[in-house]
């Protein structure tokens, strides 16, 4: 299986402000993703990081709030931009490994 | 687009007491339908991926079933251990993507 971090763990940040989170691997993988928990709700797709090319949108994210960068094939983060309270959720950073998707223990984020 | 439903929402065992998790979904072209188990504050942790009706895979009191329009997760005599949601997502044709459910969240009392 692949191990995978993120940090930070948690953040309270004010509205209008950014928070730049780090997710990484330990194997080299091609496929690593970003999703968006809200609280008491299930995993919603946010973004698809491809290493050395723009990253792939859901429908409903877009890139000026949401920027993804993925450096190299262990490495990505993801940036929360102009945060309102509403960008309240866990982001999680998921990468595909010999078939399966393992995710990394999630960043908690209060915007106040 | 790819849709995943479970139920229930919420389960409430007593301690052996074995039940069943459903996951109905529709798909175009499945290329696997995977289960994962998220404690509270932790991100989802894999249990098994399946890929064809008729499948089923074994993990100790978990056994997780596929057919071409659902997939069950049975739990054989829980432990409080156990509590825990429970996600099933599935992966179509068109990419890498996964499309969740929205979970069953499992309560296991002594």
């Known amino acids: 299986s692949a191990v995978i971090s993120q940090k930070p763990s948690r953040d309270i940040c004010q509205r209008g402000t950014s928070l730049t989170i780090q997710c990484q691997v330990d194997?080299?993988?091609?496929?690593m993703f970003w999703y968006r928990q809200q609280p008491g709700q299930s995993l919603t797709l946010i973004a698809t990081?491809?290493?050395?090319?723009?990253?792939?949108?859901e429908s409903g994210f877009v890139i000026d709030k949401f920027p993804i960068s993925r450096p190299n094939l262990t490495f990505s983060t993801l940036t929360v931009s102009n945060m309102s309270p509403e960008d309240s959720s866990i982001y999680l950073c998921?990468?595909?490994?010999?078939?399966?998707?393992?995710f990394g223990p999630g960043t908690r984020l209060l915007v106040l | 687009e790819d849709q995943v439903t479970q139920s229930p929402e919420a389960l409430r065992l007593q301690e052996g007491e074995s039940s069943s998790l459903n996951c109905s979904y529709t798909?175009?072209?499945?290329?696997?339908l995977f289960w994962y188990r998220q404690d509270p504050g932790k991100g989802p942790e894999f249990l098994f991926t399946?890929?064809?009706a008729g499948e089923e895979k074994e993990k100790e009191r978990l056994k997780a079933t596929l057919t071409k329009k659902e997939s069950f997760l049975h739990i054989t005599a829980p432990k409080p251990e156990d509590s825990a949601t429970y996600l099933c997502?599935?992966?179509?044709?068109?990419?890498?993507?996964?499309?969740f459910g929205g979970g069953t969240r499992v309560l296991v009392k002594p």
């Open positions: 399946l890929y064809s």
């Open positions: 990081a491809n290493q050395g090319s723009e990253a792939t949108y």
């Open positions: 997502a599935v992966q179509g044709a068109a990419g890498n993507k996964l499309t």
């Open positions: 798909v175009s072209g499945l290329r696997g």
């Open positions: 998921s990468a595909g490994y010999q078939e399966t998707q393992y």
């Open positions: 194997s080299q993988v091609t496929m």
